[in-house]
């Protein structure tokens, strides 16, 4: 199975596909929209979950990339990430923010919020407005219900320190679309 998909070759470090996400558009069953915030976590990395090596938990991690890896986070939210560099290195890139444009009222009634800026504007509520679950853990994304569409250049990059974790917290690998209003916090 290919790693190359919306024009972007998953078979790489973390962070270069973390960046090369931003304006890729995301649908899970037709619902979703722009990235437009991501974070990359790398194996050697002590905040990413492979740090430590393959768990029942992790393991799509260490799998194929262009796969997805679906997490629940402090037993509330679900996370969806990708996988990405080659089968066994265990790296992914954490989708932080969308901007709505897919399924936008079904979005609005799985969130209970009337608020455009608010439906994906973090990892938990995004996959909440999408209809994520541990049942994609694993997924590929090239099949259904994922589709990934290119981003529309030029996508004006920031960047910054990753947000909501206790470790490796100055690491600079947290991107988003410059100026998007959809993003979970402002960068600095």
Known sequence: M???LAGIDFNRPAHEVAQLLIGVEVLVDGVGGRIVETEAYDREDPASHAFSGPTERNMAMFGPPAHAYVYRSYGIHWCLNFVCMEEGHGAGVLIRALEPLHGVEQMHARRRT????LLCSGPGKLCEAM?????????PLSESPFELRPAEPPVPLVSGP???????????????LAGSRFVSRPFR
Do not use: Q
């Open 2 to 4: 290919s790693s190359y």
């Open 114 to 117: 009337g608020d455009l800026r």
């Open 131 to 139: 209809g994520v679950t541990r049942a994609l853990n694993g997924h």
């Open 162 to 176: 990753r947000i909501g974790i206790s470790k490796a917290m100055d690491v600079p690998w947290r991107f988003g």
